[in-house]
Structure formats: C-alpha cells, structure tokens
C-alpha cells in the first residue's frame, strides 16, 4: 500500500469547482508531496515549485499510462471522466525519452518564431475585430459576457489560424472541447466527441497532405530533422492537444488577468499609463491566477522517495500548477497578493519545466500581451457587472475556466 503523509488524509478535489481559493489555499499549505484523490481515483500532487522542478526532470515519472497500477488492475477504465485527459493517443504529450524528443522536435520546427512573428499582425485583427464585437454587444452600458465575445473566440480563431482551420468550424471545434472538459458531460458522450475529434483531426491532416498550405498542420506533416518523419497517427495527436491547450490556456490567461487587474485598479492605471509593462502583468497573471489549476498525470516506473515520502511505482502524480505559483519560499510572504512589480513573477512554471514544457507559452504569451493592452486601451472604463465573488469557476478539474465574465464597457 502506498505511504502517505503522517496524519493526512487524501483531500478530495472537488469536481465542481466550487471552491477553487479555498482548495488552492489548502494545497499551498500542504505537504510539497500531498495524496489527493481524483473522481474516486488516488494519486499524489506536488504542491511545492522546488519539488515539481525536481519531478518534472525525473526519469522515473512517466507518461506513458501503461506504467499506471490503477490501469494496468483495471480499476481505472476508459468510463473514467478524466481519461481522455492522459490516455490521448500519441503525441508529444504521451511518450518520453528520444521518441519524445523526435515527436517534440517536429513541433519546434514548425512553431518558429519566424512563425509567431507573422501572426503577430493576425492577431492584432483578429482582437481588433472582436472589440468591435464587443463594442456592439455592450454599447449603452448592456452588460456583455467577455468570455463569450473577446476571450472565448480569440485564441481558438488564432490557433485555428496557425493550423490552418476553417473558421466556419470554430463553433463545433469550441462545442467539442467544452463537452470534452466539462465534467457535467456524460461519459459516453465524451468518448463520442473524442472519436469525432481523431475522426476531425484526421481528415485534416489527409487533406493537409494531399494539398499543403502556409500553415502548422503542414509543416508538421513535412517537418524533417534527417530522421522518420511524423505517422498521421502522431500529427492528428500532437494537433489535438496542441489545440486544446492552445486555447484553454489563453482564455484563463485573459480573463483571469482582467479579474485581477479591475480588482486592483491601481495597478491596471499604472499599466494604462505606461509606468508599468504589461509582459509583468501576463506573467503575475499566469503565476497567481494559473490558467492549469491540476495536470495531469505522470507515473512512477519505479519506486520514488521524496523527504522520506515513497511514490511507489505505479502511482500516479498531478502537478498542481495553481497552488505551485503561490509557494512563498520562491515568491515571498505576500504570495496569495497579485502585485505586478513582483520581482519573481516570472519565476513561475506554469508552462511546465524540464522536457514536456509547453511548446505554446510564447503563443499564449503573445497573444495575453496583444489582447489585454488592446482591451483597455479602447474600452478604459471597463468594470465588472457583478461581484468579483460571483464569478464561478466551470466544473473543469483541470482548468481554471469560468462559467462568464458579464462586464459592462461605460461608466
């Protein structure tokens, strides 16, 4: 039987969300290593930033699921909710070692900065026709849902730009993964959308193929470094996370960084001024306010022992990115504050660390940093419509994602 920590008891992460300050408090004042339970599943999470630097270059922690016990014993079967989170086909996110480094290599060459450098423009269009949007739904002092016009299409239309999807399937693409996220969705029906997102994604890349284009889908099919080339099973992997990531995390990005910078007015006028840069605002943003609340899962392929805590093998270990970017021995006593002159804000992880760092931060990062200055430069009057504690989170384990953001635009 795995150890746990003496006198603790596994905290049970709420599926709904309910309580999201409250659990990430909890969790920055556990143990670096603390037992969880997920749905009725146990696992280990760290808590700690030196910990998860220390974890996350382990090469005893494995993605791969089969070196999972509750898998391998049949106790965890494809009817749990967060399945397809870690059993996701093959992809970067799925493999370690040199076939990690092969799938990961072809994503790097085809994400250059040549790349994101000219989608800046893209970007910068695509957030000005979206504030128009917004404009129209909030003129007269309506109250509007931010997520829904600004936060929730923009990244999902840029990530769709980069990989060459039609816009025209953004409503399903965005239906699809909310379906998939949500734990309000029956089991059944996520493991439908799962096959029509493979079903999807493979169609894509066969048109891809047969007709290549100016895009990342593209240049991942013909992406060579002298070695094998990506399967299609391997393309359709790597673009189905990269999607997924790609615009969840950029959504949490924005609006958690304007709940934060309109409960904080002074720090947002000193950024509207130009006093302070708002790169620091995204990167407190992604350290206090982590858009990845929990990560899952990593497993041990071997016995681990941590400050005399053992991970046995088999077990399974959650990062919990959230809770990490409050630890007080890397960003002082004042950690649970949102303060963007902090001078270790970007000394958070959120991104990961170590081999299976996201291969999206500096897409994300542009993104944030084009987006939230755009935002208040037009609309400098923004303000919330209801009680920053009214804000509910979505019952998404893995995501800090809300339900809305109503805000109104004039004073």
């Known amino acids: 039987m795995t150890q746990v920590c003496p006198h603790t008891q596994p905290l049970v992460i709420d599926p709904m969300v309910a309580d999201l300050a ?38 005893r922690l494995v993605k791969d699921i089969n070196a999972w016990k509750l898998w391998q014993s049949g106790v965890v079967t494809r009817q749990w909710p967060l399945i397809g989170m870690i059993d996701a086909g093959r992809s970067m996110f799925t493999v370690d070692g040199p076939e990690h480094r092969r799938l990961r290599i072809k994503t790097t060459q085809a994400l250059t900065k040549r790349r994101l450098d ?53 409503p399903m693409l965005l239906a699809w993964y909310k379906a998939f996220f949500s734990l309000l969705t029956p089991q ?13 994604f493979t169609d894509l890349v066969r048109t891809k193929t047969a007709t290549p284009t100016d895009d990342l889908t593209s240049a ?8 094998e080339p990506l399967t299609e099973e391997e393309v359709v992997g790597n673009l189905k996370a990269l999607i997924a990531a790609g615009h969840e995390t950029t959504i949490g990005l924005i609006l958690n960084a304007v709940r934060a910078l309109v409960s904080n007015p002074d720090q947002l006028a000193s950024l509207v001024s130009g006093d302070a840069d708002w790169d620091a605002a995204v990167e407190e943003t992604l350290r206090w306010d982590s858009p990845v609340t929990h990560l899952l899962m990593r497993f041990a392929s071997e016995d ?17 990115y959230r809770a990490i970017g409050r630890d007080a021995t890397i960003h002082g006593p004042d950690a649970n504050d949102f303060d963007i002159t902090r001078p270790t804000a970007n000394r958070h992880i959120t991104f990961g660390y170590g081999p299976h760092i996201c291969p999206g931060a500096a897409l994300a990062r542009l993104e944030g940093g084009i987006a939230l200055p755009a935002l208040f430069s037009r609309f400098p009057d923004l303000k919330l419509a209801v009680p920053v504690e009214n804000i509910r989170n979505l019952p998404v384990l ?7 953001f109503p805000i109104q635009l004039e004073s």
């Open 22 to 59: 409250g659990e990430t408090a909890y969790l920055a004042a556990a143990q670096p290593l603390t037992p969880i339970e997920l749905l009725g599943v146990p696992a280990w999470t760290v808590t700690r930033h030196a910990l998860a630097r220390q974890l996350l270059v382990d090469t």
């Open 118 to 170: 000219a989608l800046r423009p893209t970007i910068e269009a695509l957030t000005a026709e979206l504030l128009d949007d917004l404009a129209a739904a909030g003129r007269g002092g309506e109250v509007v849902d931010l997520k829904s016009v600004f936060a929730y299409p923009l990244p999902m239309r840029v990530i769709s730009e980069l990989m060459g999807v039609d816009r025209a399937d953004h």
């Open 188 to 200: 059944d029906e996520r493991l439908r959308v799962i096959d029509e997102l493979d079903t999807y």
């Open 220 to 227: 991942l099919i013909q992406a060579s470094d002298g070695g």
């Open 304 to 320: 681990i022992t941590v400050d005399g805590i053992t991970i046995e093998k088999g077990d399974g270990v959650v990062m919990s």
């Open 398 to 404: 893995t995501q800090n994602d809300l339900e809305s």
